[in-house]
């Protein structure tokens, strides 16, 4: 019996269900739930507030990265160029930093906790096994708010491979290095790398016209696969002890969460059809799988699929090559060696290489109508960057952080923002507040960003 259960639990995960629903929302009703979620991530005007992460790896070439002057209009550097058509919607900010990413008493291993912390703002156990602990992400607590408002809470992607088990840094889980969305503290919402998958669970399989019903015979599917389930755990459950009864109730409760997300789903009736192709799976070509990436999330923000996305464009400590570049070296051993002039034009490079594919998903934003007449663009919350300033010396302040989008017209856009040494946490605070999530606090704020406003 245990056997069958797991095997029906790897299906339902291969059948593209997800059990990471945060389970208080497990509380509300569906009415409750709908009603939570009217007044947060939309602007003033009830247009959709979207908000995104995406992240880098292994530090920037600094000397390329940030503008040279404060105030006036923004100058960027030649690094960020690329991002010249949209400078009007951008805040580079410097000077914030992630505390809880450095070593401290936790020795080597800073590319694991960087992209643990990056979104979470907590320090990361340093583990190898099960025990691993980290904290709520910002994204994740801002889906836990949204709720059942659109189709998804949340959408994860991923142009890396995906790796939750095992050690990976200097004794940290690979689910610290390849997760950036954590739905507990103990929890990774765990990205898809598989475009074509990403758009069938948006969309339904199959080409244009015929994806509806598609998408319906799947839902049908996961519910009567849902129902088995629900069946061998009941009976199962008589037969436990205290403790593997409580394990089994936790499990039940996450297919619970899931059979709501599909009802949930339903509610909206007809899913959007777009004419735009299905993928046909992971590109070998790196730069084309994140571009597709950043299409679909486009694509999800256009339909309200969702507001809420995150991306993780390379694992942090990649030593990918770029030979399309030129570049025969590995990225994380040329940050290594950045003393030497042209390695470190290299590192600016492969930078320039990421922050062109950004460049060309803000244009596309930039360029559509919102129902209020402004762009897309303008009412978004997008943040780009990592956990890590200097991939040479490992440091953690001054991290490369952009913030495109004005939060619908909250945000003074268009310049280049020097905070004094103040925790990425802080941010958050700020974005969780302009998307409806009243907090005083996050991971390991002291407050609010308010110079962004």
């Known amino acids: 019996m245990k056997k069958s259960i797991r095997t029906r639990r790897a299906f339902l995960r291969g059948a593209g269900v997800s059990l990471a629903i945060p389970p208080m929302l497990s509380f509300l009703t569906r009415t409750e739930a709908a009603s939570v979620a009217i007044s947060a991530a939309t602007t003033e005007s009830g247009v959709p507030l979207r908000m995104a992460f995406m992240s880098i790896p292994n530090g920037v070439q600094q000397d390329h990265w940030f503008p040279t002057t404060e105030g006036g209009e923004l100058e960027l550097s030649s690094t960020l160029k690329p991002l010249e058509s949209v400078k009007h919607q951008l805040q580079i900010l410097g000077g914030l930093k992630h505390e809880n990413a450095t070593a401290g008493n936790d020795g080597a291993g800073d590319h694991a906790r960087a992209n643990a912390t990056f979104l979470t703002g907590a320090r990361a156990r340093k583990t190898a096994g099960k025990d691993i602990h980290v904290g709520v992400s910002v994204d994740q607590v801002a889906a836990q708010r949204i709720g059942n408002a659109t189709r998804f809470r949340s959408l994860e992607l991923s142009s890396d491979a995906v790796r939750n088990s095992g050690s990976c840094d200097s004794g940290y889980a690979c689910a610290y290095q390849y997760n950036l969305s954590w739905s507990s503290a103990t929890t990774p919402v765990t990205p898809e790398p598989n475009p074509r998958l990403i758009f069938e669970r948006m969309f339904g399989a199959g080409i244009h016209g015929e994806r509806q019903k598609n998408f319906e015979l799947r839902q049908n599917s996961n519910r009567s696969v849902l129902d088995f389930v629900l069946d061998d755990a009941r009976d199962l459950q008589k037969k436990l002890g205290l403790d593997d009864r409580r394990k089994l109730d936790e499990y039940v409760s996450s297919v619970r969460s899931v059979e709501e997300a599909i009802r949930s789903t339903e509610k909206f009736g007809s899913v959007p059809d777009p004419k735009q192709q299905t993928p046909v799976g992971i590109p070998s070509d790196f730069g084309k799988h994140i571009e597709i ?161």
């Open 293 to 453: 990436n950043f299409d679909l999330m486009l694509l999800a923000f256009q339909t309200d699929s969702t507001r809420i996305s995150t991306l993780l464009i390379a694992y942090d400590g990649s030593n990918r090559t770029f030979p399309d570049l030129g570049i025969s070296e590995g990225h994380h051993y040329l940050t290594h060696n950045q003393r030497a002039p042209e390695l470190a034009e290299k590192v600016a490079k492969i930078d320039r290489f990421y922050i062109e594919r950004f460049a060309a998903f803000l244009k596309k934003m930039d360029s559509i109508q919102d129902v209020d007449g402004k762009s897309m663009l303008h009412n978004s919350m997008i943040v780009y960057g990592g956990a890590i300033a200097d991939g040479n010396r490992h440091t953690h302040a001054n991290l490369p952080v952009i913030l495109a989008g004005s939060g619908g017209g909250k945000f003074a856009t268009g310049r280049f923002v020097k905070v004094e040494d103040k925790p990425m946490s802080n941010l958050f605070v700020e974005m969780l507040n302009r998307f409806g999530v009243e907090t005083d606090s996050f991971g390991d704020s002291t407050g609010r960003l308010e110079e962004i406003i």
